[in-house]
């Protein structure tokens, strides 16, 4: 299917270290979905923020120029596409 994105991740159970994406082009948002059981947090370092990311949330994100993560959650399976 057409779409505008280069490359689709899906990240299963997985923490995810503070990073940069380097694919990514500092001029676009980058879409991250939410799926699973999980009770898990999204991290944005380079503003000081923590957001809930609980099944169904999407974030729009510049990933190459803020860094992210994805810490160790408490339960639940955790999906991801990046």
């Given at each position: 299917?057409?779409?505008?994105?280069?490359?689709?991740?899906?990240?299963?159970?997985?923490?995810?270290?503070?990073?940069?994406?380097?694919?990514?082009?500092?001029?676009?948002?980058?879409l991250?979905?939410?799926?699973?059981?999980?009770?898990?947090?999204?991290?944005?370092?380079?503003l000081?923020?923590?957001?809930?990311?609980?099944?169904?949330?999407?974030?729009?994100?510049?990933?190459?120029?803020?860094?992210?993560?994805?810490?160790?959650?408490?339960?639940?399976?955790?999906?991801?596409?990046?």
């Amino acid at each position: 299917w057409p779409s505008i994105y280069v490359s689709i991740d899906v990240i299963v159970n997985q923490e995810t270290p503070p990073h940069l994406d380097k694919v990514s082009a500092p001029s676009l948002l980058d879409l991250l979905v939410s799926l699973g059981t999980h009770d898990a947090q999204f991290h944005i370092s380079d503003l000081c923020s923590i957001f809930g990311y609980r099944p169904g949330t999407m974030i729009y994100l510049a990933g190459k120029l803020l860094h992210h993560s994805v810490p160790k959650w408490e339960k639940g399976e955790r999906i991801a596409l990046a």
